[in-house]
Structures are given as structure tokens and as C-alpha cells.
């Protein structure tokens, strides 16, 4: 296993940096699970998809997302390391919010890593996870069986907030967040091409700009948001301005406060309802 996983290592190292050892160890760990006779050649294929750029977690099928386990799909966006910073002040932000029921809405859940994780952690959160693509609908629901959470985390499939409406969560939500698509329409075709080989376009084409559905979310979350509920998003390297300014028309939240990577990059909004606003329809 040593000279494997030696082999594995420098395969990986042009796609993976000084992760190559740890991404390694996690391909041989998946592979101890299978017969003898076929661990070696199924590690060996694992890590030559990974070479070519597929996200691990979409090779192996499994990945861990704030410490916990989930399924990955081939038609679904693996959470990448950058959205646990997302994951991280939606667990602080609804710890704050008091005692008792806590609801959030997990908007665009992908395979519902967001939403299933905070549901495992916090055991007094409802969740209301919604995605527009039925692939994502069905993954979060393969989660949400494997850790058991059906009477806490419902899954809806639908644009945004359209399969929310009318089921009396209007003005009930203490969170709303999302991981939405934010590449700029050209610059995904452009710069991030590679990233179509494996995933698919809807879960990184932001519009012209990259805010076309951050656009959206600011606008129709007061709708669904308690008095001082809170809404959190990530979005792209370099677009905390546009952020701010998209925040300041939009003038129904207060208290815009962004989170950082390791680097010091902000890549997480986390806003507050103005007074007044809760329960109110898009403007």
C-alpha cells in the first residue's frame, strides 16, 4: 500500500497541492472497503478521475461536510471546502437566534449538504430545503434518509421560494442560505471551463454579472423571514463590492458583515431584516 499510495500521491499532486497526501489516504480508506482482488485497480481509477479534475467527492460518492457524511451524485455540485465557511455562520447565526424551534431555509441544497448538516448538528432545527433541479431534490432526500432526519428537513423542488409559498412559512424562518451560482456568465465559458466536465452549468452561472440569483434571493427572503431572521450566501472572489451595493438598493437589511477564507478573502454574506421588514413581499 506504500508504493501505491506513493503512486497515487504524485498523480494527484498537480490537481490537488499539498492536499495529494490527505486526498490519498481517503481513496485507499474507500478502497480497503472492497474485496482484495479488486482494491488496488479501483483505487488506481479513482485517483486517475480525480487527475483529470473531478472533485473527490464525486469520485469516491461520499464526502464529509462540517464533519458530517454524505452521498455525492455525477449530476450534483460537490460542496467545496470554501461553503463549510457558509455552513460555519448559519450553525453561529442560529445558536444566536434563542432557544426552542429553530427553522431555516437551505435555498439551492445541491445534494443537501448544507441543510442535512446543520439538521445533524442542531438538533432543535427544522429545515426547508429547496433546489430548481429534481437530481438535487432526490440526493438531499437520499441524506436526508441516511442520517434519519424525515421528521425535521422537508424537501422541495421548484424555483427558489415558488414551492415554499402558501404552506404558512411566511415570516417563521429565522435563517434563509444559500450557495448560489455566482460565475459570471462569460467567465465560467472563458476561465472555468474545466469545471463543466463535471458538474453542471446551473450550479455555477451567475448571469451576466454572476448576481442574478443573489439578486433574487435578497429580494424574496423578507418574505419568509421572522423579525431579525438573518440571510446568509456565498459568493465569488472579488465580488464583496457588488455584494454591498446590490445590499444598499435592495435597503432592507441591515448590518451586512462579511466572513473570510484562511487567505483573508471575504466569500460569506451574513445580513440582518431591518425592523418592518419581516413577512413582506418582493419590491
Known sequence: ????????????????????????????????????????AQAAAWAAKRAGGAPLGLVLGRQRFLGVDLLTG???????EETEILGREVLAALREAGQ???????????????????AVLLPEVRVWASDLTESCAALTRENVDLHGLGERVQVSQGDLFEPLKGRGLEGTMHVVAMNPPYIPSTALEKNHSELLRHEPREAFDGGPYGVSIVTRLLQEAPAFLRPGGRVLFEFGLGQARIIQALVAKNGRYRDCRFAADAAGEPRVAVLELRPGESGTSPR
Open 74 to 80: 455525477s449530476d450534483v455540485l460537490a460542496a467545496r
Open 100 to 118: 426552542g424551534e429553530l427553522r431555516m431555509i437551505d435555498m439551492g441544497c445541491g445534494s443537501g449538504n448544507l441543510g442535512c448538516a446543520v
Open 1 to 40: 500500500m506504500d508504493q501505491l499510495k506513493a503512486r497515487i500521491e504524485a498523480l494527484l499532486a498537480p490537481v490537488a497541492g499539498s492536499e495529494a497526501g490527505a486526498e490519498a489516504d481517503r481513496i485507499l480508506d474507500a478502497a480497503r472497503s472492497l474485496p482484495a482482488a479488486q482494491a488496488e
